[in-house]
């Protein structure tokens, strides 16, 4: 199994423009998850979705983000417009609903830069 | 709700310390615990786990006991090594599981030193 796939690894863009992340999760798992990592903040979990419907985005920062999961091997997360203050590591996760106790596998994440 | 408290960072060993790095956490009956493990670059990885009370979980010479009396998870390594620096987490899945969500530490920076 080649793991959880997010694409591209880095991105650079400016502000105001839109963003989209791409995570492929693991073929079988029912459960993905969207986190954002910065020094100052940590590891924040955005939005999270089980068997592709989302059941919690109340750490989505603002309306400026969107994330969509249109089947169960496929998921974006999307930002437009773009600010400097969203430059962070962002990780697509993905686990087995009904197995939480086997934690999830962390893609290796996607370095967003907004210039 | 459920929480988990790591042990503030930066912790600087030198190469064969002991390690240990407390955890606490805040939860209803006996969830799950994890140690994840996030090396420069990359994204993390699970380390260990145990699902029960005083169920040892251990994985590349790391381990660590989940301890009800105490809501403790400390993970401990006998002798370091330069290889093992990283970030680690400490993690708990609830017993009412919120669609498998997991809650995380804020994490603990190791550097071992040659």
């Known amino acids: 199994d080649a793991g959880v796939i997010q694409s591209p690894r880095h991105e650079v863009t400016e502000m105001g423009q839109e963003v989209t992340l791409r995570c492929k999760p693991i073929?079988?798992?029912?459960?993905l998850f969207w986190y954002r990592q910065t020094m100052m903040r940590g590891l924040e979990l955005l939005i999270y979705?089980?068997?592709?419907?989302?059941?919690?985005d109340s750490g989505m920062p603002e309306d400026r983000f969107s994330a969509k999961m249109p089947n169960a091997s496929f998921s974006t997360l999307k930002i437009q417009p773009s600010e400097p203050r969203d430059s962070a590591v962002y990780f697509c996760?993905?686990?087995?609903?009904?197995?939480?106790?086997?934690?999830?596998?962390f893609g290796s994440g996607t370095r967003l830069t907004v210039v | 709700g459920d929480s988990v408290t790591q042990m503030e960072g930066p912790v600087t060993l030198s190469e064969e310390a002991f390690l240990t790095i407390n955890c606490t956490y805040t939860a209803t009956g006996y969830p799950s615990l994890f140690w994840y493990v996030q090396y420069p670059g990359e994204g993390l990885q699970l380390l260990l786990k145990?699902?029960?009370?005083?169920d040892k979980g251990s994985n590349k010479g790391f381990e660590a006991t989940y301890r009800k009396e105490t809501t403790s998870f400390h993970l401990e390594k006998g002798s370091v090594q330069v290889s093992d620096s990283a970030v680690y987490f400490c993690?708990?899945?609830?017993?009412?599981?919120?669609?498998?969500?997991?809650?995380f530490g804020q994490g603990t920076e190791l550097s071992v030193k040659p």
């Open positions: 979705f089980n068997n592709n419907v989302p059941i919690d």
């Open positions: 993690a708990l899945s609830g017993i009412y599981n919120q669609g498998g969500k997991l809650i």
């Open positions: 145990a699902t029960k009370a005083d």
């Open positions: 073929s079988g798992h029912n459960s």
């Open positions: 996760a993905s686990s087995l609903l009904s197995g939480a106790d086997y934690g999830y596998t």
